[in-house]
């Protein structure tokens, strides 16, 4: 049975830093997996897409990374702003269905 | 354009009420998904309709959970004699094509629902 773990649950950092989010999965059978931002009382804003054939996506100051063989990715943040403040999400597709998702790492930048 | 949008956004129910939550997928999306999401946690996925047909109800947690697409367009997630460890939040996605394994879902603001 697939499982996804994020670590940490929760972090705060000062307003500038960089800082990196992990997601484990323990099976690598995978399509894509994906990292989704959720704001308190709001619906999932889809943030980077990494197919199971790619290593990395890059979307402004965000990278996602992808180790499918060691059922592993990061997100980087760059130069973290107070509006980056939100819970984050890896999930994961394993068939056409079905995404699984961790529980979210919820990040507080301090200004 | 017009994103998913979910109605209502927010019911209390007493113990035993029967809900129905309403999602309106991004018009022409062929693939719709209903999850749960209990507090504090990921969202999980409770079923998957592609047009009307629903193909996976996997996920449903008891058959007191019923969903239905009757026309491949609006979807209602219907729960009966309610308990309180249905209260959580239900979103609604849809992504536009089937058998896209590289399609995003593009989720609703999704209902909360409290059980009294």
């Known amino acids: 049975k697939q499982e996804v773990t994020q670590i940490p649950a929760a972090l705060s950092v000062p307003e500038g830093e960089n800082l990196v989010l992990n997601c484990s999965f323990t099976d690598s059978a995978i399509y894509n997996l994906q990292w989704f931002r959720q704001d308190p009382g709001k619906g999932l804003t889809s943030l980077l897409l990494?197919?199971?054939?790619?290593r990395e996506q890059t979307s402004g100051r965000l990278n996602a990374s992808l180790d499918k063989s060691s059922g592993r990715s990061t997100l980087y943040i760059a130069a973290s702003q107070p509006g980056d403040s939100a819970t984050y999400l890896c999930?994961?597709?394993?068939?056409?269905?079905?995404?699984?998702f961790g529980k979210g790492t919820r990040l507080h930048i301090l200004p | 354009g017009a994103g998913v949008s979910q109605s209502p956004r927010y019911k209390v129910a007493k113990r035993g009420q029967d809900v129905a939550l309403r999602c309106d997928p991004i018009s022409g999306h062929v693939s719709l998904f209903w999850y749960q999401q209990a507090l504090g946690q990921g969202p999980e996925f409770l079923t998957y309709f592609q047009n009307e047909a629903q193909l996976d109800k996997s996920g449903l947690p008891s058959d007191r959970f019923f969903a239905e697409r009757p026309e491949g367009s609006v979807s209602t997630l219907k729960i009966q004699r309610t308990q309180q460890e249905d209260s959580a939040v239900y979103l609604c996605?849809?992504?536009?094509?089937?058998?896209?394994?590289?399609?995003?879902?593009?989720f609703g603001p999704g209902t909360r629902l409290l059980v009294l």
């Open positions: 990494i197919q199971s054939s790619q």
């Open positions: 996605a849809s992504s536009p094509r089937v058998g896209k394994n590289q399609e995003t879902q593009y």
């Open positions: 999930a994961v597709r394993i068939r056409d269905d079905k995404i699984i």
